[in-house]
């Protein structure tokens, strides 16, 4: 009897990037920012933007980070610029 193998796929190591999204800060949240230390805080009338950063580490997930919008933008983006959403940092 002959017996055939069909070659496995080989695995590819993921390429798994840090990013950053912006969303609107949603009541109920309860983060603290990465950069300042100060809660995220949602406020009805002023429509905050958070960033929330998936973090990579040697290609594996590590941790999400949440920044306020400004946090975000005066430590340099430092997981990317966030894809354009229809949101917008405020300007300051």
Same mark, same amino acid.
């Given at each position: 009897?002959?017996?055939?193998?069909?070659?496995?796929?080989?695995?590819?190591?993921?390429?798994?990037?840090?990013? &950053?999204?912006?969303?609107? *800060?949603?009541?109920?949240? $309860? /983060? @603290?920012?990465?950069?300042?230390?100060?809660?995220v805080k949602f406020?009805?009338? &002023?429509?905050?933007?958070? *960033?929330?950063?998936?973090? $990579? /580490? @040697?290609?594996?997930?590590?941790?999400?980070?949440?920044?306020?919008?400004?946090?975000?933008?005066?430590?340099?983006?430092?997981?990317?610029?966030?894809?354009?959403?229809?949101?917008?940092?405020?300007?300051?």
């Open positions: 009897m002959l017996e055939t193998t069909t070659p496995r796929p080989t695995r590819r190591q993921p390429s798994h990037e840090s990013r &950053a999204a912006l969303r609107p *800060v949603e009541a109920g949240n $309860y /983060v @603290d920012c990465a950069r300042c230390g100060e809660r406020q009805a009338k &002023a429509r905050k933007l958070q *960033v929330i950063c998936n973090v $990579y /580490v @040697d290609g594996r997930w590590n941790r999400v980070e949440h920044y306020h919008a400004e946090c975000y933008q005066e430590a340099g983006e430092p997981h990317g610029t966030p894809p354009n959403q229809g949101l917008r940092f405020k300007a300051s």
